[in-house]
């Protein structure tokens, strides 16, 4: 990935530093220990309001579902516009291992286009999850059609993420399964059936199954028995991508999903830009009261990032779909929010940095499953925000947060992507603001150092990619 340099300190390519010390420690944080390794970013303030058109680049989501979808297939298809990232590259490979043939075109920093040939899934081979919540609960099923033991492990903090309910699943369907998280060795085959388990932890416990499901002989339904199943839009996701691909799914009861088996015809997709990724930019108009131009937002998405607009827009932004795309423009008034983020809890880190900044207290809610995400979130947005001086309280599902002014400081990211990208929204405005391993934007967002500093260009028109 490029190197991260700063805009406010003009083109040079800025050195991160290390930490001198390990910065005021918040006791009793439930947070991670943090790397004191890592560099630090001095996030770059914006000279003025922000004028960018910031095209993004693929769906995570997409991209990895319509990875598995190819390789489950029943003949070669293609993926268009695939994301080049940690996360989609260790899906890629994945899938590879497990035996397809993945050939890459039209490669860019961010982008690929994937020619994927189904073969046999095979076992005997490893995966590497990284921190990937789409590799970890996407994967596990598709190695259950093979033959031969398929041995999973990830990141240090990724063995902390939830893996009980699919795990569980795919043993009540006939694998053994050795562990009840990462790292672990699974074994079919499975032929498949009824399953009832908690997702209440995490969406991607369905995704992962239903992905799979009409490979197994008698197809698969899943049945949820818990409290509400968080991300909804991205199970809507999976069942939309599953039909466009010939796949029968009923999902007309509350909570059941059941998938007939049967061909998957994958053929031809093209991804759309990752519409939660879009959030920091979009940020960036609303608290320097400019304007930020997204290319190619689609009018109808299953993307949960689409709320974006009506968030944003309660926040204070005027949001319009232009020629050019979606339109967010700051107003000069950023007002708190009291918003239930169950079905987008992946917009919670932006929407709490905005809180941060706003002129009246925020209630974030429905998100206690985001403790289970790439960090605990909660624990992480409350200790990063009050580091930097500012007012925010954890509760059972979510943050209060209330107007406090900010002071320059270290904001960790605990291998966080979106925390990473939080970070630079308040470093917009907060002078003395560093980032902790602005590298880890990696994960779903390989060039977000460059499309920043584009984006704050010097003639306040910068493209962002
Ligand atoms: O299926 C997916 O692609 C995702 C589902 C959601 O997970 P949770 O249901 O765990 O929130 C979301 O937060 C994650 O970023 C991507
Ligand atoms: C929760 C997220 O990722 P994952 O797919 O690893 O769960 C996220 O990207 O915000």
């Keep these: ?69 190819a390789a489950l297939a ?92 699919i795990l569980g699943a795919l043993r009540a369907l006939g694998a053994s399964v050795d562990n009840d998280a990462l790292p672990f060795t699974i074994r079919g085959p499975i032929s498949g059936g009824e399953v009832v388990l908690d997702a209440s932890v995490s969406s991607q416990m369905v995704s992962g199954l239903l992905l799979a499901g009409a490979r ?40 059941v999903w059941r998938v007939q088996a049967g061909p998957v015809r994958a053929g031809d997709v093209t991804v759309e830009p990752d519409l939660s990724n879009a959030a920091p930019f979009l940020a960036a108009a609303l608290v320097t009261g400019g304007a930020v131009v997204v290319p190619d937002w689609p009018e109808e998405t299953t993307q949960g990032g689409d709320a974006l607009r009506g968030l944003l827009a309660e926040m204070g932004a005027r949001v319009e779909r232009v020629p050019e795309g979606l339109r967010v423009t700051g107003t000069g008034s950023l007002r708190g929010i009291d918003a239930d983020l169950r079905d987008v809890s992946e917009l919670t880190p932006t929407i709490a940095a905005l809180a941060a900044l706003a002129d009246g207290p925020s209630r974030i809610r429905g998100v206690a499953h985001i403790r289970g995400h790439e960090t605990d979130r909660i624990a992480a947005l409350a200790t990063e925000i009050n580091r930097l001086g500012g007012d925010a309280r954890e509760t059972d599902d979510g943050l209060e947060i209330r107007p406090r002014p900010l ?23 907060v002078p003395g603001v560093e980032v902790e391993d602005i590298a880890t934007t990696a994960k779903t967002l390989p060039e977000f150092p460059r499309m920043w500093a584009a984006m704050l260009g010097s003639e306040g028109l910068g493209e962002g990619r």
């Design 1 to 69: 990935m490029a190197s991260p340099q700063s805009a406010s300190g003009g083109a040079e390519p800025h050195a991160t530093r290390q930490h001198d010390v390990d910065g005021p420690r918040v006791d009793g944080s439930r947070v991670d220990e943090h790397r004191v390794d890592a560099p630090l970013w001095p996030a770059p303030v914006a000279a003025g309001p922000v004028r960018a058109t910031v095209r993004l680049p693929g769906s995570k989501s997409v991209t990895n579902r319509a990875l598995v979808l």
């Design 74 to 165: 029943d003949a070669p298809g293609t993926v268009r516009l695939a994301l080049r990232s940690r996360d989609a590259d260790l899906m890629a490979a994945a899938l590879r291992a497990l035996g397809a043939e993945m050939t890459p075109s039209n490669e860019s920093a961010d982008s690929v286009d994937w020619s994927v040939t189904p073969r046999p899934v095979r076992g005997g081979v490893s995966i590497d999850a990284g921190l990937a919540g789409t590799v970890m609960r996407f994967v596990p099923p598709v190695a259950a059609l093979a033959g031969g033991p398929v041995f999973f492990d990830g990141d240090p903090h990724a063995r902390k993420r939830p893996m009980g309910p």
């Design 216 to 255: 197994f002989e008698k197809g698969v339904t899943v049945r949820h028995d818990g409290p509400p199943v968080p991300s909804m839009p991205h199970i809507e996701m999976t069942v939309q991508m599953l039909r466009r691909a010939g796949v029968e799914v009923d999902d007309t009861e509350t909570d």
């Design 407 to 429: 002071t320059g400081g270290v904001f960790r990211s605990y291998a966080d992507h979106r925390m990473a990208t939080a970070g630079a929204v308040v470093g917009l405005v």
